[in-house]
């Protein structure tokens, strides 16, 4: 925009400043009101993101427009409105026609001095930022921003995020959103920045008038920690969902305001302000050793800053990437900038060109500008002090400010990558698998793995719901609890005992399909855990007291599963899915089935399931197969052969909808579809499609709880059988809600259906999935039941392998065409729906 005219600075007697920009090329207007107060200005609320929420509170509504009314009123009139919250400062402002400058002006200012912070929005929008926080943390560069900033900064609040910790966040109301405004939201901590075609002395007629009842108060200056001196280097690795690493080196800087500041500016664009720079030359284009470098200098008008070198790298050349940035660094003392600062005065030249050629860039130049330093000259002044750095400058401050014995060093990591080498190669060498097969028929799974000097023991057996009718639904599950009450030769109270003596644990657990018995033990107690977990298998005695208290127990948890309104609906959608045989009945059975159940009725149970033709036993950690094999015999050798017992088959999903009406607030909704059983070849397809679908940025949330608003929670739910399998999607909300979500839903997946994944949502899924595999594959005890249970199923020992290279392989036509599968409105749905009484 033209420059014809200088700016007009006026202050009123409360203390607002305004600063405005006649330009009258273009029949556009721009109103900013900049408000000193940030992140780091929240005094004891540090770290809650109070400025932040306050910004986003203020659209709710003012003194005369609720917030309905404000965003009619800007829009009618052609406006662009929004507002941003940085460290130190919040920034309010509407571009649009010049003619509209008035109504433009009247509405920012209600905004800015007179919000009314409904209490009816304070939740809702405390959770909308709940859900900006968690975008937040599932986006690795923001991860890893924030990580560098906890780590180079130990007290300062610039530590602290924006949006605010959660903890922190949680605990804010809107008594602290009214006490914060009123103590920083003050005309005299206030800049109204304005350029356009307008008429300065009518805007300054008008606003005195607008603003005649704003007084002039006392600013409340929370002093703002010192940060110390950092004495040496710091490094921090985090490990997270990304397929190369996100590496960051910094140093801190002086403010703004010292002599050295221009020298770094024109350092770091040299080094890294684009393609043509320096390290982004050498490092990409010609080693080809990073994926992207960027190099930034940031100083703050007040305070401190910090020079960065941010780099996307194989995890594999982060170290060695690492070593020769610094190593450049360092040679930077012999190089000749001579060229490269004509180049940066011309780029710094052509920006701010670019800058003032709107009306929202000059008013934010001005801003910006009055800001920092009360001097409407500083963006040309800043152009002749970068035109006056010399290479010799370049030299003193890298080497002053830019040492290598100062350097902080963060990075966020692919899962699992960041085991030293000696140790992954130790971990591989001592971790091997083999089967076997006991005299008595049962299966054996030894995994050697010579980390930590501990042994699981996991003896699986095929059972649960296809074992079961309607009539004994839970009876495995109870069952399998009374194994641990006692057995021919010891009590519950000696169980315990024996345990505590050697360091140990035992425990059971069932599902949809098994029966499984644990045991974690110190490597050298092996063969007293091995004899006690056969003790208990083998000889238990099923104590009448000891079984009515836990049936007791067992019917209390079904009752209370009967009073939650989404366990209901599950089990309902199970009923209409499958009928009441198989995995139509819930593995915990009901108050019903559980309170006809005998003693007489678990031991039956017991000897339909518990049988080595039944059986696999898996054997994980610091243990050797020709140690192990042995014991195995020894304990488990004489367990009957038996015969596996006869399973009922699963019907196919039926279509159908039942409602059930339950005495509660709220109403939920699940609706089934065919999915896959265990030993599918579209597995891989099953989890990421389940893995999108409950992730909330996934179409099933944002569709209907983001931008509906029409749930409290919107997921899906995976259900995999032996002959069966299910995909469940679910939402719950309000009873005047349910017709209207439901619609939603099905229009969701009919959206999901047409639309399928995209690229770049396939890769963030395959990148969350292969991170929840890699996290399992740190524990033994849960890789030691994995493995028991897929053999068991009937999978090769490679099944977890095959699968996770499968996710890792997948492409987005097979990916899309399981999706159409799976929804092809053709297919049963099976629907369940439970919500209050009528007129509730």
């Known amino acids: 925009m033209s420059s014809a005219k200088e700016p007009v600075t006026r202050r009123f007697g409360n203390g607002l400043t305004v600063l405005i920009k006649e330009d009258k090329s273009h029949p556009v207007v721009s109103l900013q009101y900049w408000v000193g107060t940030g992140s780091m200005n929240e005094g004891h609320w540090q770290g809650s993101g109070l400025s932040h929420l306050l910004e986003h509170l203020v659209f709710k509504g003012t003194a005369h427009f609720s917030g309905q009314e404000l965003a009619r009123k800007v829009q009618e009139r052609g406006g662009h409105w929004n507002a941003y919250t940085s460290v130190n400062r919040t920034v309010y402002y509407i571009d649009g026609p010049a003619e509209s400058w008035q109504i433009f002006l009247n509405l920012l200012t209600e905004l800015v001095f007179f919000p009314t912070f409904p209490e009816d929005e304070m939740e809702r929008e405390k959770e909308v930022v709940r859900r900006e926080m968690a975008m937040y943390a599932d986006d690795p560069d923001s991860v890893?921003?924030?990580?560098?900033?906890?780590?180079?900064?130990?007290?300062?609040?610039?530590?602290?995020?924006?949006?605010?910790?959660?903890?922190?966040?949680?605990?804010?109301?809107?008594?602290?959103?009214?006490?914060?405004h009123a103590s920083r939201y003050v005309p005299n901590n206030v800049v109204l920045s304005i350029a356009g075609d307008v008429d300065a002395a009518e805007i300054l007629s008008h606003l005195e008038l607008l603003v005649e009842d704003l007084k002039s108060r006392p600013l409340n200056r929370e002093p703002i920690p010192h940060e110390p001196h950092q004495f040496g280097s710091r490094r921090v690795r985090k490990e997270f969902a990304v397929p190369y690493s996100k590496l960051h080196l910094a140093w801190r800087l002086p403010c703004s305001a010292h002599p050295d500041t221009p020298a770094l500016s024109a350092l770091s664009s040299i080094l890294g302000g684009g393609r043509s720079a320096r390290f982004y030359e050498k490092f990409h284009d010609r080693l080809g050793l990073v994926y992207s470098i960027e190099v930034h200098s940031n100083q703050s008008e007040t305070d401190e800053g910090a020079f960065t070198i941010s780099m996307d790298v194989d995890r594999a050349q982060r170290d060695k990437v690492r070593d020769l940035v610094l190593q450049e660094l360092r040679n930077l003392a012999e190089e000749d900038f001579t060229e490269d600062l004509k180049r940066v005065c011309k780029q710094t030249r052509v920006s701010r060109l670019r800058r003032r050629s709107s009306a929202s860039?000059?008013?934010?130049?001005?801003?910006?500008?009055?800001?920092?330093?009360?001097?409407?000259?500083?963006?040309?002044?800043?152009?002749?002090?970068?035109?006056?750095?010399?290479?010799?400058?370049?030299?003193?401050?890298?080497?002053?400010?830019?040492?290598?014995?100062?350097?902080?060093?963060?990075?966020?990591?692919?899962?699992?990558?960041?085991?030293?080498?000696?140790?992954?190669?130790?971990?591989?060498?001592?971790?091997?698998?083999?089967?076997?097969?006991?005299?008595?028929?049962?299966?054996?799974?030894?995994?050697?793995?010579?980390?930590?000097?501990?042994?699981?023991?996991?003896?699986?057996?095929?059972?649960?719901?296809?074992?079961?009718?309607?009539?004994?639904?839970?009876?495995?599950?109870?069952?399998?609890?009374?194994?641990?009450?006692?057995?021919?030769?010891?009590?519950?109270?000696?169980?315990?005992?024996?345990?505590?003596?050697?360091?140990?644990?035992?425990?059971?657990?069932?599902?949809?399909?098994?029966?499984?018995?644990?045991?974690?033990?110190?490597?050298?107690?092996?063969?007293?855990?091995?004899?006690?977990?056969?003790?208990?298998?083998?000889?238990?005695?099923?104590?009448?007291?000891?079984?009515?208290?836990?049936?007791?127990?067992?019917?209390?948890?079904?009752?209370?599963?009967?009073?939650?309104?989404?366990?209901?609906?599950?089990?309902?959608?199970?009923?209409?899915?499958?009928?009441?045989?198989?995995?139509?009945?819930?593995?915990?059975?009901?108050?019903?089935?559980?309170?006809?159940?005998?003693?007489?009725?678990?031991?039956k149970q017991y000897e339909r399931i518990i049988c080595a033709s039944n059986a696999v036993i898996c054997i994980s950690g610091d243990v050797r197969k020709d140690e192990v094999l042995p014991l195995l015999e020894k304990h488990l050798g004489g367990m009957r052969a038996g015969t596996p017992p006869a399973l009922i088959p699963t019907p196919a999903l039926r279509a159908g909808r039942e409602v059930a009406v339950l005495d509660k607030q709220q109403a939920v909704l699940v609706v089934g579809v065919p999915g896959v059983d265990v030993a599918s070849p579209e597995m891989a397809q099953a989890l990421l499609f389940q893995s999108w679908c409950s992730d909330m940025a996934g179409p099933v949330f944002t569709n209907i709880r983001e931008e509906a608003g029409l749930a409290y929670y919107a997921s899906s739910s995976l259900f995999i059988g032996m002959d069966a399998g299910g995909i469940c999607f679910y939402l719950g909300t309000s009873p005047e809600q349910l017709e209207e979500a439901?619609?939603?839903?099905?229009?969701?997946?009919?959206?999901?259906?047409?639309?399928?994944?995209?690229?770049?949502?396939?890769?963030?899924?395959?990148?969350?999935?292969?991170?929840?595999?890699?996290?399992?594959?740190?524990?033994?005890?849960?890789?030691?039941?994995?493995?028991?249970?897929?053999?068991?199923?009937?999978?090769?020992?490679?099944?977890?392998?095959?699968?996770?290279?499968?996710?890792?392989?997948?492409?987005?036509?097979?990916?899309?065409?399981?999706?159409?599968?799976?929804?092809?409105?053709?297919?049963?749905?099976?629907w369940s729906i439970v919500r209050p009484p009528a007129g509730e």
């Open 361 to 603: 860039g000059v008013a934010s130049e001005m801003g910006a500008d009055w800001f920092g330093s009360r001097n409407l000259n500083l963006s040309s002044e800043w152009q002749e002090a970068i035109e006056r750095v010399t290479t010799e400058d370049l030299h003193r401050v890298c080497s002053t400010w830019l040492s290598s014995p100062n350097v902080t060093e963060v990075s966020l990591d692919p899962p699992g990558s960041n085991a030293g080498d000696e140790e992954r190669a130790s971990a591989s060498a001592g971790t091997a698998l083999s089967e076997h097969v006991l005299g008595n028929g049962m299966k054996v799974v030894i995994r050697e793995d010579h980390r930590l000097p501990l042994a699981y023991a996991c003896m699986a057996f095929k059972a649960g719901c296809r074992a079961e009718n309607e009539h004994d639904a839970g009876v495995t599950d109870l069952m399998s609890e009374c194994l641990l009450k006692g057995t021919s030769t010891r009590s519950a109270a000696d169980i315990a005992r024996f345990l505590e003596d050697i360091g140990g644990a035992i425990n059971t657990s069932t599902g949809n399909n098994s029966l499984s018995v644990g045991c974690q033990v110190l490597a050298e107690d092996l063969d007293a855990g091995l004899e006690l977990m056969a003790d208990v298998v083998m000889n238990p005695s099923f104590p009448e007291d000891a079984f009515l208290r836990e049936k007791e127990s067992f019917v209390a948890d079904a009752e209370e599963d009967m009073e939650d309104p989404l366990s209901v609906a599950f089990r309902q959608e199970r009923k209409v899915a499958y009928g009441h045989v198989s995995y139509g009945n819930s593995p915990s059975g009901t108050p019903e089935s559980l309170s006809s159940l005998t003693v007489q009725d678990i031991k």
């Open 742 to 830: 439901g619609r939603r839903l099905e229009k969701t997946l009919e959206m999901i259906d047409e639309q399928g994944m995209t690229e770049e949502e396939l890769e963030r899924t395959r990148a969350a999935a292969l991170s929840s595999r890699l996290l399992a594959m740190q524990s033994n005890g849960t890789l030691c039941q994995m493995l028991a249970l897929d053999i068991l199923f009937g999978l090769p020992l490679e099944a977890f392998e095959q699968q996770t290279d499968a996710i890792r392989n997948m492409d987005l036509a097979r990916m899309n065409a399981f999706i159409r599968k799976v929804l092809d409105p053709a297919q049963p749905r099976s």
């Open 144 to 180: 890893a921003y924030q990580l560098l900033m906890q780590t180079l900064y130990l007290k300062h609040p610039r530590r602290w995020p924006v949006l605010g910790e959660r903890a922190a966040f949680d605990c804010l109301t809107r008594q602290d959103v009214l006490d914060y």
